[in-house]
Each structure stands twice: as structure tokens, then as C-alpha cells.
């Protein structure tokens, strides 16, 4: 279905039309509600408003953008005087070439006779008459060059943001293709160990594994997925990553037994699991893995918490993600700011708790 889309320059002109409508209708009714139309009178305020549509037109699209916002301030400087000079030399002309006509006005006799009587209106003298053209001109300029900047402002902002948005999309595509070949090399030799020693096991391991190769390669292309396939995706995930950690390393999942249809960004969580499995595993030491999956009326939250010692084996800094920062930025992009990350760094753990709606 096709929508009618107006860009800024089309809201802006459209603003300057109905507000210029407006003042140009102002002096009519002002006559009209009088109870007499001096046509002189309004043609005069009509020419008047014309000089000040003038100055506003030529500042706000010729003067300003081809001379202020290219930096050529000298000639912006020595143009705008003469022509607020040129439009108040026209007002004033224009106010002097039509001569002041008596207005009628009706006055009540006290013999209950309504003879018509003149009101002739004092005329300004030529300083006051210049002041206000002077003070009108310069509220005029700084108006419009004001909203000309600021109309800048918002359109480098919206292209500020678009590229923004599009860096963030990059950042996206590289989140649900992060899982190196350094991964899948560990994880076939394991499995390769596995063959002789455990048969079942081994054979386990290959079914995870291409469940995961199939979700990498076809799931996590679309923009949402069932949240089965990606708790699915992460059970083979930890159990491939299990294959490579001693038996002092206790990892604990909870993940409630009725999955809501409902669907999701894909690889959501799997930045935040491998940096728990990177940091919170140390062999020397015991260690812990933790993640859970919480699921609400609408929304979904995932709690992933592990042990954290002073010193970390650095075989995983290869595959190490995308990091907590760019995970929030990806965040920003899509919920905007409809999410909640909460990050505890303690003494002896790490805890990550992500809420997001569903």
C-alpha cells in the first residue's frame, strides 16, 4: 500500500504558506469586522506585508543557505542590510503613496439623530513610521534564519542517525554470524576424540552441531524466529561448548517446559552466553555457568550469570563477540528503548539480566 510521505522541505514550505495566508488575510477582515472596507487601506497593508514576505523569502532561501550555511558570512553581512534597508524604502513608500482617506463612523445625537461623521487616523511620523518597519525586519530575519538552521539541524540529525542505524545493522549481521571457524575446529576435534570413547556422546554432539550450523545458516537470517528454535539453538550451543570444559565447571539451565508461541530477534542472547562461558571459566578453579529464560505476560527475560576469578585463560579472546557495548547498541536499535539490561559486576560473579517485549 502506498503512503503519502512528506519530507521536511514540504512541511517547511507548507508552514510558510499557511502562516503567510494568514497574515495576508488579516488586514481584510480587520476591515470587514469594522463595518466598512477602505480598499486603500487594505491594498496598502497588503503591499506592506508583501515587502516583509519578500525579505523572509529571500533570507530563508537564497541568503541563508547559499551564503550563511556555506560560511560566506562577509557577503551574508553586506547583502542583508541592504536589503532589509531596500524593504523598509518600499514599505514606507508604498505607506506614503496612499493617502490617508477619512474613515465614517457612525455618531449618536442626543436628539436620537445618526448623522455620519468623519475619523480621519493620525498619521505616524517617518521616525516611528521607520522604527517599527526596522523592528519588524529584523524579528523577520532572525525568525527565519533561525528556522532555516534549525531545519538543518534536524536533517543532518536525521542523516546522523541513518548512518547510525545502518553501522548498528552491521553490528547486527555480525552478531548472528560471530561463531567462528576456531569454534567449529575446537568442537570437531573433540568430537573426533569422542568417537572412540563414547560413541553415543559423540554421536550427540554431531546432531548439536548441525543444528546449530542449520540455525546459523538459514534461521538467523530472518528478522524473528521462533523462541523454541533459539532455546533449542542454545542448548546445542552450551552443550558444544561443554564438550571443551572440565567437569568443574557446573553449568545450570532453566528454561520453563511450555514455550509461548512467540517470536524473537535471533541470536539474542548467544553474545551475552559466550562472554559468560569466556569469563567465568577458569581451570584451576571451580566454576559456574548460569542461564535462565523467564517468561511473563508480555514480556521475556533471560538471566545469565557466571563465576569470576582475577585471572581468565585467553584461548577464548578470539571468540569473544561483540562486547557488552555494541550488545546494548543493538539493543537501542531494536526495541529503541523499550528494553531493560541490568549488568551487576560483584567480587565473585557476573550477572546480565535482559528484559524485552514480547
Known amino acids: 500500500m502506498n503512503t503519502i510521505r512528506l519530507d521536511s522541505r514540504k512541511i517547511e514550505f507548507l508552514s510558510y504558506f499557511l502562516i503567510w495566508v494568514f497574515v495576508f488575510s488579516v488586514p481584510y477582515f480587520s476591515e470587514r469586522n469594522s463595518g466598512y472596507i477602505n ?43 541592504a536589503l532589509v534597508a531596500t524593504v523598509i524604502v518600499f514599505n514606507m513608500t508604498a505607506q506614503s503613496g496612499f493617502p490617508q482617506q477619512p474613515r465614517p463612523v457612525i455618531v449618536t445625537s442626543p436628539d436620537g439623530l445618526t448623522p455620519p461623521a468623519l475619523y480621519e487616523p493620525r498619521k505616524k511620523p517617518p521616525i516611528m513610521a521607520f522604527a517599527d518597519n526596522f523592528i519588524i525586519c529584523i524579528l523577520l530575519v532572525g525568525a527565519g534564519t533561525t528556522i532555516k538552521l534549525m531545519s538543518k539541524w534536524l536533517s543532518e540529525e536525521k542523516m546522523r542517525k541513518d548512518a547510525e542505524k545502518e553501522q548498528l545493522k552491521t ?21 573426533h576424540s569422542l568417537i572412540e570413547m563414547d560413541t553415543e556422546k559423540a554421536q550427540n554432539a554431531v546432531e548439536r552441531l548441525s543444528t546449530l550450523m542449520r540455525y546459523l545458516l538459514y534461521d ?12 533449542e539453538f542454545i542448548h546445542s550451543f552450551i552443550s558444544l561448548m561443554q564438550l571443551r570444559h572440565s567437569d568443574e565447571v557446573e553449568v545450570t ?24 562461558f569466556k569469563h567465568g571459566v577458569s581451570y584451576p578453579k571451580k566454576s559456574y555457568i548460569y542461564f535462565e529464560i523467564q517468561i511473563h505476560e508480555n514480556t521475556l527475560g533471560c538471566i545469565i550469570k557466571n563465576s569470576k576469578h582475577k585471572t581468565v585463560a585467553k584461548e577464548y579472546d578470539e571468540y569473544s563477540g561483540i562486547g557488552l557495548e555494541n550488545i546494548k547498541k543493538s539493543l537501542n536499535l531494536l526495541y529503541d528503548q523499550d528494553y531493560k539490561l541490568d549488568i551487576s559486576d560483584k567480587e565473585n560473579e557476573f550477572e546480565v539480566n535482559l528484559t524485552i517485549p514480547v
Open 220 to 231: 538467523s537470517a530472518q528478522n524473528t524466529i521462533e523462541l523454541k528454535k533459539e532455546i
Open 253 to 276: 539451565v532453566l528454561i520453563p517446559d511450555q514455550i509461548p508461541d512467540i517470536k524473537i530477534p535471533p541470536m539474542l542472547f548467544i553474545s551475552l552466553l559466550e562472554n559468560a
Open 39 to 81: 480598499w486603500n487601506e487594505v491594498i496598502k497593508n497588503w503591499l506592506h506585508v508583501f515587502g516583509y514576505l519578500f525579505l523572509f523569502l529571500v533570507n530563508v532561501y537564497i541568503l541563508v543557505p547559499r551564503l550563511l550555511l556555506k560560511k560566506k558570512y562577509r557577503y551574508y553581512f553586506v547583502l542583508m542590510p
Open 171 to 191: 553490528n547486527l549481521a555480525l552478531l548472528k554470524h560471530q561463531v567462528s571457524p576456531h569454534f567449529f575446529m575446537n568442537t570437531l576435534n573433540n568430537i
